[in-house]
């Protein structure tokens, strides 16, 4: 029986363009973001520093533009492969709306300060609770979707449209659990190794299952339908599927190397991280290889063109991250701006590519007529090429010869670089180059929101598309032991016996790691004083961990460097751990003792005083903004139920003993010259400053015995 | 370290469901024939030629 149905047009043009919007905002502040870097006037009052514009950046570029395409994409090839309209028009707009209030928040309180301080996880929980709800509500949808669907066999677009919505769900809970001390303010539920080790689990599994497999499902629908052939192998697009999703939630810990995680953590992540490299070739291929024999329209579409450049992105992308997670190239490439270039061919080559031609594709479509001009979408696939090129290009040179700066030495065994400035200045040359590739993508952005509006208007939208397809049968189950269906199909026999395996020896695995914590602890840590708690939640706020890290690798160009290597019982009391992943400006696990306070009033005050040339942000602000000290009581009560060891009766006298440290580094800062008063914020920030990597100093005498 | 346990429950725990959904799909014969569904999906179900909806409305 045919049946007649309308697919849902309205809701993938509220999507696309809402992706549009979202993607240039983001690309703008990106771009601003890159500015700053060379020109830290950019960095304009105190809500708009880069540490503060940067989690912006990210958060509209990753959840913004690429989530809203990937809803695009997805409301719009599900309801064609499952030949069905979406399960319910009032949980579409619901998504849509809901996801947009999330957008918008978190770009009210990212400047706001209101961060967990944790990589593409910084909004805060209200939000976190918000995109918990929303994805629930996406995942009624998707799955009610499924469940009416008109067509036996799901494609395998589907498939990672589901493994994304499961497995984002799962990652996003478990790295976001906190503690709440206000509206706006929370602590990681873990702390140190262990929240860098949930949160690199998050943050690779959001590459992998956020911009990676829900675009892979894009581009197996897509790439075949603007070609008008069939992908390649159907066959290779599962096993891809299969082995892909298998595999990538193991990888996480390749962000940790020569960290202070432990050694069988960090192997584990790199033995799984260059597994990807089958399945991510095996992908990408099998999207190019759909293109054997129509490469002459290749020319003609620049549908096509995006997609090809996005895929050869992806190839790129993914070749290099399995590189990238081996130890040797890590130790060269990690803290640099490489990676800054590696990600961003994964983002505006891959990602916004696919977008672009995703887009370029479904406007017409939409609204019924043609693309208002194919020669304007041409210059915007040259303009994007060439922003990508400028903008990787000069970054891979500046972080690899960054890095060798990092590392030189001369004969007499003195490092060549002593001052961390100097090396950074000596790339400023490609942080122009970047932002100009940068300006040269938004341009090619702005092209395309011209030849969209011009479309749009010439056409007119078409909201429901009708559309017939026969009902679906109901299969009756035919008999048989209920296991025969498998022993009949060998292959898939022994694939289901090494998971069943695979799983078993995980599980066997955990009793060993029950035995002891792998955290040693040092009896010399101790938890940090009110004032110290205080100082280090400024420093999360103003987003210091974007240019700075809190991680000492065992090198020793490091060690000469910096001082003594981290260590992971040094971390025990950090909620959220600091570690960083870039340094634009030195390591700071050590820095604590290491200037006399006045020195930090001065350098917060304008950085250039204490270091000619240096391209930090001022920040005036917190040397006249007040220490909001009503928290004091509740953050410490929060510490205690997180297991930090402070005293019972401690959260009571709290304030008061902040006050008294307070008044001491006043004492201190007044013998310089510096007249201020014990209630700034700049005070709490001095006392975290010089705490920090201390700890482990207490105990000097034992330190230069042992060597 | 103990957060180890945490991540590799949930993992193996999202590992299993996948699992379930690959032995659902095969059980089901979704994979029975790799052919032809790539070639499905670029049959419009679309009815009539291309013109914009009058009615913008749900029906």
Redesign the interface.
Known sequence: MIERFQYDNRIVKNFLFITILWGVVGMLVGLIAALQLVVPALNFSEWTTFGRLRPLHTNAVIFAFVGNAIFAGAYYSLQRLLKTRMFSDVLSKIHFWGWQLIIVSAAITLPLGMTQGKEYAELEWPIDIAIALVWVLFGINMFGTILKRRERHLYVAIWFYIATWVTVAMLHIVNSISIPVTLGKSYSWYAGVQDALVQWWYGHNAVAFFLTTPFLGLMYYFLPKAANRPVYSYKLSIIHFWSLIFIYIWAGPHHLLYSALPEWAQSLGVVFSVMLIAPSWGGMLNGLLTLRGAWDRVREDPVLKFFVVAVTCYGMATLEGPLLSIKFINSIAHFTDWIIAHVHIGGIGWNGFLTFGMVYWLVPRLFGTKLYSVKLANVHFWLGTLGIIFYAIPLYFAGFFQSLMWKQFTPDGFLVYKNFLDTLLEIKYAYWLRALGGSIYLIGAFVMVYNVVKTVKAGKLIANEDAEAPALEKVKVTGGHWHTWIERRPIQMLVFSLIAVAIGGIIEMVPTFLVKSNVPTISSVKPYTPLELQGRDIYVREGCYTCHSQMIRPFRSETERYGEYSKAGEFVYDHPFQWGSKRTGPDLHRVGGKYPHSWHYYHMWDPTTMSPGSLMPAYPHLLENALDTTTTRRKIEAMITLGVPYDPEFPAQANAELRQQGEGIVADLKKAGIETSSDREIIALIAYLQRVGTDIKAKPATVATAQ | ???????????????????L???W????G??D???S??????LD????P????T?????
């Open positions: 370290m103990s957060v180890i346990f945490l991540l590799l429950t949930v993992s193996t725990l999202v590992a299993g469901v996948f699992l959904g690959f032995i799909a095969v059980s089901r979704q994979y024939d790799d052919r569904p790539a070639v499905r999906i670029l179900d679309r009815v009539g291309i013109q914009p909806s009615d913008n409305e749900q029906p």
